[in-house]
């Protein structure tokens, strides 16, 4: 299983971001989700995907956060509007909970 990540950089408080992440080699998908991980914290979960469209959301990003799938592209998006400071992190995606991608950074200025 490969996945590839991709929209991650540098935006100001406030600003919007979409983190897209592609599986391949890989036949059905269950979950699909986003992690996170400051610097000196621990990764946490950001918010996740069902393969029937239920979505759970770390309580620090709801009303801000969405998160969606392709499931003819294997793809997960996550939307990341009026970000903050805090979101600074690198993300990875992850599928089933097991595998994890490369990470990508975002960096939200104040």
């Known amino acids: 299983v490969q996945l590839q990540a991709s929209g991650g950089g540098l935006v100001q408080a406030g600003g919007s971001l979409r983190l897209s992440c592609a599986a391949s080699?890989?036949?059905?998908?269950?979950?699909m989700g986003w992690y996170r991980q400051a610097p000196g914290k621990q990764r946490e979960l950001v918010a996740d995907i069902t393969s029937s469209g239920r979505t759970k959301f770390a309580d620090s990003v709801k009303d801000r956060f969405t998160i969606s799938r392709d499931n003819a592209k294997n793809t997960v998006y996550l939307q990341m509007n009026s970000l903050k400071p805090d979101d600074t992190a690198v993300y990875y995606c992850?599928?089933?909970?097991?595998?994890w991608g490369q990470g990508t950074l975002v960096t939200v200025s104040s």
């Open positions: 080699n890989i036949f059905s998908i269950a979950v």
């Open positions: 992850n599928i089933d909970r097991i595998y």
